[in-house]
């Protein structure tokens, strides 16, 4: 993983020990998993995960591929992989829809280390 994006200085993004790095929605579109020599990352309630370990999964062609560079929150509550639900905003979900969210945040915080958060 020899990445380094113009003006940065880590492997992972913007400059700051890991899970404290800043990206905005069009920086973290960088990680979509199209290109082999970066990692991929998804955003969760604007938690940034490196997923990149589930490329096979995020990856063009992969069944979630659709989720990758991208904050997944309204599309994970709703278990919807409609590219229109790939979005952070979660106004108006189900009280059921939020516990989905919450229970895939943490299966995510389990299995994928975090880099930062996603700003606007
Ligand atoms: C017929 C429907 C579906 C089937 C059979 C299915 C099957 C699976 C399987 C087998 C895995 C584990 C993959 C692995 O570890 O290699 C998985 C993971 C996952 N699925 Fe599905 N899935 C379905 C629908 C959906 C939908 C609609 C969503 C939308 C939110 C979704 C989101 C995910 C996510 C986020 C993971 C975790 C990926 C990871 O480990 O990083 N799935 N699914």
């Known amino acids: 993983m020899t990445f380094t994006p113009p003006g940065q200085n ?17 920086q973290l579109a960088q990680f979509d998993g199209k290109d082999e020599s970066k990692p991929v990352y998804i955003a969760i309630r604007g938690v940034v995960f490196d997923c990149t370990t589930g490329r096979s999964m995020y990856g063009p062609g992969g069944s979630y591929g659709i989720f990758a560079g991208k904050d997944a929150s309204r599309a994970l509550a709703k278990s919807s992989l409609k590219a229109e639900d790939v979005v952070a905003d979660i ?10 969210l919450e229970q895939w945040e943490t299966f995510y915080r389990k299995k994928y280390p975090v880099v930062g958060r996603l700003v606007q």
């Open 91 to 100: 106004q108006g979900l189900t009280e059921k829809e939020v516990e989905t």
């Open 10 to 26: 880590s492997t992972r993004g913007n400059l700051g020990p890991e899970g404290t790095e800043s990206f905005t929605p069009a």
